[in-house]
């Protein structure tokens, strides 16, 4: 082209043709730049925001096996684990005073029985050692009190009125049962311990025995 015709078009022209040549540049500049970002993503692709709405890593399964056994070596669960005995903890003695949780108390007799005329209510009382070796307790009768009670009245007591220390201590083997047997000559007892004591009233009557925080069944008998 004739630089002179060029000439001729005026400065408008020309400035606006390379006002023209540098748009152009630019949008091509601006769409590299939207593929490179895009990372190649086609039409038949889905891109990454699209893909992958969470920037959270799947977990690798390797990693959580190897996680696990670990866990499983370490740290037993609570019912597979050994319980470890405290620094205090010592094994038990034969000869040693029992605990209450080596110990069965029961009572026999008076349940749902009638004691007509003189006849005197009979109880059995049963202490069996079922920790694991021989112990000993006192089976006195301050100790092991049989108690005879109707509603809230408080009847008889082998606690009443014991002479001397009141203690007698046994030795308790394993399984094998204490026996002790008594009756009740139905009259009342108290701690002042009167010198004539009423005579029970015909009514109902709940016997039980007691040692320390043990409680024995209830036997429920009738006086006539």
């Known amino acids: 082209m004739d630089p002179d015709s060029m000439r001729g078009d005026g400065p408008d022209v020309y400035w606006r043709r390379r006002m023209s040549v540098l748009v152009a540049v630019l949008v091509v500049v601006a769409v590299v730049a939207w593929a490179c970002s895009s990372g190649g993503s086609g039409p038949g692709r889905t891109s990454s925001a699209q893909s992958t709405p969470s920037v959270t890593p799947a977990a690798d399964p390797l ?122 000559d139905r009259r009342r007892s108290s701690s002042d311990c009167r010198a004539t004591p009423a005579t029970a009233l015909p009514g109902t009557y709940v016997a039980t025995v007691r040692m320390g925080r043990m409680r024995s069944a209830k036997g429920v008998f009738h006086l006539r």
Do not use: H
């Not at 009670?149 to 009125?161: E, F, K, L, N, P």
């Not at 030795?171 to 049962?177: A, T």
């Open 63 to 184: 990693l959580a096996g190897l996680r696990t056994l670990a866990m499983g070596t370490a740290s037993p669960s609570p019912t597979q684990a050994t319980p470890k005995a405290s620094p205090s903890a010592r094994p038990r003695r034969p000869g040693e005073m029992c605990t209450e949780q080596d110990l069965v108390l029961s009572l026999q007799g008076g349940k749902e029985q009638i004691y007509a005329g003189d006849s005197r209510p009979g109880f059995m009382v049963t202490l069996v050692n079922t920790g694991p070796v021989m112990c000993k307790a006192d089976v006195g009768p301050r100790a092991m009190e049989v108690r005879i009670t109707s509603g809230a009245d408080r009847i008889w007591s082998t606690a009443d009125c014991v002479s001397g220390a009141g203690t007698d201590v046994q030795e308790l083997q394993r399984g094998v049962p204490y026996v002790r047997a008594l009756e009740w």
